[in-house]
């Protein structure tokens, strides 16, 4: 099950920082990220991480929004959100590629979301 949290009212020009964390057992990640979805709009990709902590962010957002993980662990990351504008507003998904370690199946799995509003 993936969690998200860290989505309340911002004004523009402020930041905020999302989190997800992965629970349960018996599986492992190969890649955690974040989409959005703005009213109306398709879901984008937003920004992801390796368990080494490689990251690939959208050129859109790479100079504003950082993903990071926590540290010595690979089941909890974050989205930085800098310098935000009215247009990032959305609800925001956490994602990841989990692999079920009692019959090696990989699968994506996703979050329920954490909506993110950001006031002009």
């Not at 309340?8 to 629970?23: M, Y």
Request: hydrophobic share 30%; proline share 4%; net charge negative.
């Amino acid at each position: 099950q993936l969690v998200e949290s860290g989505g309340p009212l911002v004004q523009a020009g402020g930041s905020l920082t999302l989190s997800c964390e992965a629970s349960g057992s018996g599986f492992s990640i190969n890649h955690m990220g974040w989409y959005r979805q703005a009213p109306e709009k398709e879901r984008e990709f937003v920004a992801s991480i390796t368990p080494d902590g490689r990251t690939t962010h959208a050129d859109s957002l790479k100079d504003r929004f950082s993903i990071s993980r926590r540290p010595n662990e690979y089941r909890t990351i974050f989205l930085q959100m800098n310098t935000l504008e009215p247009e990032d507003s959305g609800v925001y998904f956490c994602t990841a590629n989990i692999v079920d370690l009692s019959n090696l199946q990989r699968g994506d799995y996703w979050g329920q979301g954490t909506e993110v509003t950001v006031s002009s």
